[in-house]
């Protein structure tokens, strides 16, 4: 189990890294996360949901998603209180307060899904989540030191050396921690290394002095992690990387902004220059395109979306002949009305939406989870993707679709052809429907599957941890077994 002396040190894309390395030792390989906080969701071949940092470690063990793999999925509604989805479902909801004394309840779903991932599986790879240092929170734990009690899982802690200060955030978790709990930790490694890394032997050897925990490496900085996608929307706050191109396209941070890695695979290309707009700044007036992204409650972020002025801005980009796509939540801010007339997203309420389409949104109690594949009505196009949403669309602007699914009409789009929307997520991810997509606004494409991308940087990330890391000694602390299993995936 690989735990963290706090947030985004990096232990989805490590277990993702080592899973792929496992994977290329002829190792039959499982994630696991027993309780996941993020609007980032993906689609399993269950039809449930989990979080898209298993996705992304399913791809790397070369297995299909389960909701097994990440049985208790968090995904905040507001600042206090969050949908709750287990094994796949919705649960309810809870205020986090309320959900402190609840999660223990939770506990036996977990430990079901672990044990049905271990059957026939060489190795199972734990994320924690957060950091265990957070000892408020042990009581009733599920998801860091709670977890490795009940199973018995040996854990190595992750720092992450980039934000600095990682000798005292190791040296500190180790001084919070409980004597039981410290016998769980069996070393440390640290992530994200910028140069010489030589010159932090001595704080290894410091590290290792003050908590008797053994080091596993220094893993260096691994450029090709920016091509994988990332789940945490602090990535977001903390800046974007520089990547200046032909054509602007700006997709407003919505305070409850969902699936944001809608949109990496535009950012990867060379011709577009993407940008997450922050609240508190205007909507670039040079942006060819505006994509309002998804969302996990429409109807408070169309509230926020209008605290930050973005309407108006919106309202001028379309005199100056802009174009908009919204997609899933954004789709239905899209429209004429929105409706949550049972306060599936927390309040019962209503509101007029952008008027952009000619459409009317309901909020429904069912959620519609499920992959897709689809094409381009007139074009010989084709895209996979999934959906995440609960809401009933209709109005005239359906009559004209953006999209074909399975050979029904889906989604809209205006008679002039500047605003569409879909409930599709995924979509640029198809290298065709890309190129097609970026022509029509005046740029090119390297027309690559996003996928084939994913796999290169897993590769690069698993030969990167190969080389810096003890990995042999990361694999004897799970017990692996000499010879692999015969099982399949």
């Not at 929307?233 to 944001?260: C, D, T, Y």
Request: glycine share 12%.
């Amino acid at each position: 189990m690989l735990q963290g002396t706090g947030s985004d040190v990096g232990k989805s894309v490590l277990v993702a890294g080592l899973a792929r390395a496992a994977v290329n030792r002829g190792l039959v390989v499982r994630p696991f996360k027993p309780q996941n906080m993020s609007n980032n969701a993906a689609v399993t071949v269950e039809g449930g949901e989990i979080g898209r940092a298993q996705w992304l470690q399913a791809r790397a063990c070369n297995v299909p998603p389960s909701i097994h793999m990440n049985p208790v999925l968090l995904k905040p509604q507001t600042d206090v209180g969050a949908q709750v989805v287990v094994q796949g479902k919705v649960w309810g909801t809870a205020e986090a307060r309320d959900y402190q004394s609840r999660k223990k309840d939770l506990l036996g779903s977990v430990l079901q899904s672990f044990d049905i991932l271990k059957r026939g599986a060489d190795l199972v790879l734990v994320e924690g989540a957060g950091s265990p240092a957070e000892t408020n929170l042990r009581a009733g734990d599920i998801a860091n030191m709670g977890f490795a009690t009940a199973t018995g899982a040996p854990v190595v802690l992750v720092g992450d050396i980039d934000r600095g200060g990682v000798i005292a955030s190791l040296v500190g978790t180790h001084a919070v921690l409980s004597p039981e709990d410290r016998l769980l930790i069996k070393g440390f490694l640290i992530n994200k290394f910028r140069g010489d890394v030589t010159l932090f032997d001595e704080g290894l050897q410091e590290i290792e002095r003050r908590t008797d925990w053994k080091s596993f490496g220094v893993l260096p900085w691994v450029h090709a992690v920016a091509d994988l996608p990332a789940e945490d929307g602090v990535v977001l706050e903390r800046g974007q990387r520089p990547r200046k191109g032909r054509i602007k396209i700006a997709v407003p941070m919505l305070s409850r902004i969902a699936n944001f890695d809608d949109m990496d695979p535009l950012a990867q290309e060379e011709s577009v220059d993407l940008q997450f707009i922050p609240p508190g700044q205007a909507l670039p007036g040079d942006a060819v395109l505006v994509i309002l992204p998804g969302t996990k409650s429409t109807l408070a972020d169309l509230a926020f979306f209008r605290e930050q002025g973005w309407d108006v801005d919106l309202q001028a980009h379309m005199r100056r002949d802009g174009r908009v796509l919204g997609l899933c939540g954004g789709f239905q801010m899209l429209g004429r009305h929105l409706s949550d007339p049972q306060g599936l997203e927390g309040t019962a309420t209503d509101a007029a939406g952008l008027g952009l389409l000619d459409l009317m949104t309901t909020m429904q109690p069912e959620k519609q989870v499920r992959t897709i594949a689809g094409r381009v009505p007139g074009a010989n196009v084709s895209f996979s993707g999934y959906e995440i949403h609960i809401g009933e669309t209709t109005g005239p602007a359906l009559d004209k679709p953006m999209v074909e699914i399975e050979g029904k009409p889906h989604g809209a789009i205006s008679a002039d052809g500047r605003v569409m929307g879909a409930y599709v997520h995924g979509l640029f991810e198809s290298g065709a429907f890309r190129r097609y997509f970026l022509d029509q606004l005046g740029a090119k494409s390297d027309g690559v599957n996003h996928d084939e991308k994913i796999d290169r940087a897993l590769t690069a990330l698993a030969n990167a941890m190969e080389n810096a890391l003890d990995i042999e000694g990361l694999l004897n602390l799970a017990s692996v077994p000499s010879t692999p299993s015969a099982a399949q995936p």
